[in-house]
């Protein structure tokens, strides 16, 4: 049986909380989800922690909702890009090199697999703002192609192995979702997975291929993935802790 989840930890989506007692007088409770995440309560005096307690509680789905929208603000805002940034791909944090090109030159985007740097030619005296939307332009346009092919390549193989027919790879660009697998068979799978190291990539592809025979996630669907990908629990985690970062993504 696939293990189910606990229900949500209220202590945990609650905290930190700040509890203020209102000088004036006034009757109700107050609740403020800060920019921090914080909780703020706002209660008069004689409210007694129980009975906050109590209405913290009944308000915990509210909570967790805007504590949400308050850490997803916060860490989808790339950090600028610049000559000695880390991009992460495919396991590894490549070091950015900026250039200018030459005149008429397009950019360009250069691997050195053996140092792990990224080359990045841009046209030379752009604006900083312009250049920063230039440098994740390129880099996405490059991430995005270095994804296809080994995407590709690693749904064949796992295919193959498998014995499972996918009619399509489809990259999409949800913020969401890694991947998905529909009624005709067609995998679709987040490009930003680049980032993550091969062995994630390929449970993430074992998984959306495991879709084929078992539209669901019940036992067999985890049996079936769990014969290709022994250690599943360790990738897949590590695969979430990519959700948060903002690398190849938008600005803004
Ligand atoms: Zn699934």
Partial sequence: ????????????????????????????VALEVQSDGTLKVTAPMRTSLA???????????????????????TTRKPAPLAEGSLVPFMGHDL?????????????????????????????????????QAEIRTELALWAKKQARAHLQERLAFWAERMELAPTRLIL??????????NAKNEIRINWRVIMAAPEVIDYLLVH???HIPHKNHGRAFWALVRQYIPDLAARRSTLHRFEKSAFFDREG
């Avoid at 049986?1 to 109700?28: D, F, V």
């Avoid at 999409?172 to 697998?181: A, I, L, M, Q, V």
């Fill in 1 to 28: 049986m696939p293990r189910l989840l606990p229900p949500p930890c209220r202590a945990a989506i609650l905290a930190p909380m700040l509890l203020i007692r209102s000088p004036k007088r006034r009757r109700t």
């Fill in 51 to 73: 009975w906050i307690n109590a209405f913290i509680t009944e308000k915990a789905g509210w909570i967790a909702r805007r504590q949400k929208a308050v850490r997803e603000r």
């Fill in 95 to 131: 070091t950015l090199h900026l250039a200018s090109t030459d005149q008429n030159e397009p950019p360009s985007c250069w691997h050195d697999k053996e140092k792990n740097e990224l080359h990045l030619k841009l046209h030379p005296a752009l604006p900083p703002q312009a250049l």
């Fill in 172 to 181: 999409t660009d949800p913020r969401k979702r890694w991947g998905s697998c």
């Fill in 208 to 210: 959306e291929l495991a």
